[in-house]
């Protein structure tokens, strides 16, 4: 069974984005990753292009509401900002 993981911060842009790439990239099928935020603002383009120098494409991921994940349980709730 997979380890659910959740990584939040306040707009979703970028380092709770980057946080998922990376651990869905270097977790494989391990976890069922996912990132939110309290005031989502949109993926920024700069998180696309940093992730893409490193060789991991997040250009399939959106920015989310914590709100969408609000009956869900997850086996780890990481916060990635104040």
Known sequence: MKERVLFVC???RARS???EG???QL???RFDVHSAGTMPSG???LTIEVMRE???DVSGQRSKSVDEFARQGFD???TVCD
Do not use: C, K, P, W
């Open 10 to 12: 306040t707009g979703n």
């Open 22 to 24: 990376l651990l869905r």
């Open 27 to 29: 977790g494989g099928d």
């Open 43 to 45: 993926m920024s383009e």
């Open 76 to 78: 780890y709730v990481i």
């Open 54 to 56: 490193i060789g991991i």
């Open 17 to 19: 984005q980057m946080a």
